[in-house]
Nanobody, 124 residues
Framework: VQLQASGGGLVQAGGSLRLSCAAS????????MGWFRQVPGKEREFVAA????????YYADSVKGRFTISRDNAKNTVYLQMNSLKPEDTAVYYC??????????????????WGQGTQVTVSS
């Protein structure tokens, strides 16, 4: 599967952005989808994940209550709605895909497919 992330940009603290990740292929609805973020010099960090039908969602503690992950399998797209943005949310955001399995969705190493990243910058 190929992934294309979009929707990043510059926003003031307290503002909102919605990231999109469009996937190619007919098997999108089989994959667990995740969003991760990374700042220079730090490891890639888990943000959120959603199972194949959207029935289960998972969030990092740092974004709970502010970010919402969702998916539209008819459009082969996963979204990350980000509200109440903070300067510490500044990062390159990546979408990723993995097949369901026993391994945790919280770790980037368990995702074989990655998009190219989209920059989110939150000014104070």
């Amino acid at each position: 599967v190929q992934l294309q992330a979009s929707g990043g940009g510059l926003v003031q603290a307290g503002g909102s952005l919605r990231l999109s990740c469009a996937a190619s292929g007919r098997t999108f609805n089989r994959y667990t989808m995740g969003w991760f973020r990374q700042v220079p010099g730090k490891e890639r960090e888990f943000v959120a994940a959603i199972n194949w039908n959207g029935g289960d969602t998972y969030y990092a503690d740092s974004v709970k209550g502010r970010f919402t992950i969702s998916r539209d399998n008819a459009k082969n797209t996963v979204y990350l709605q980000m509200n109440s943005l903070k300067p510490e949310d500044t990062a390159v955001y990546y979408c990723a895909a993995r097949s369901p399995g026993p391994n945790s969705s919280f770790y980037s190493r368990n995702y074989p497919y990655w998009g190219q990243g989209t920059q989110v910058t939150v000014s104070s």
